[in-house]
């Protein structure tokens, strides 16, 4: 048995590269070792931006309106799957995509 650990939108890293490899499926021309190989590339820069996107920092000024008072505040979104960021999963996919689309090419032959 699998805990899966995500804090926000960290269940994308699980949804899209799923989501991906379905669609190449639907693609009649496209073979099917090659399947699985451009879901993962192809879901890397999704996450990768989906990723830098929602987790950015957010910046804003409070103010007391009894005392007058400002002070700036920073709050830091966090998106992970296993705690690792989202954007971060994306180059991990990316990257386990070129792998095996180059195994494939040259070592399974």
């Known amino acids: 048995m ?36 451009l879901g993962l590339i192809v879901s890397g820069p999704i996450l990768w931006f989906v990723g830098r996107r929602v987790n950015a920092k957010v910046e804003y000024t409070e103010i007391d309106y009894e005392t007058g008072r400002q002070w700036e505040v920073t709050e830091y ?15 991990g996919l990316a990257a386990a995509g070129v792998f095996l689309f180059i195994y494939r090419a040259y070592v399974v032959v």
């Open 2 to 37: 699998m805990i899966v650990l995500w804090k926000g939108l960290g269940w994308l890293a699980i949804v899209v590269p799923i989501a991906a490899t379905f669609l190449f499926y639907l693609i009649p021309f496209v073979s099917s070792a090659l399947v699985a190989v």
């Open 77 to 91: 979104n966090q998106h992970t799957l296993w705690f690792v960021p989202l954007q971060y999963w994306g180059i």
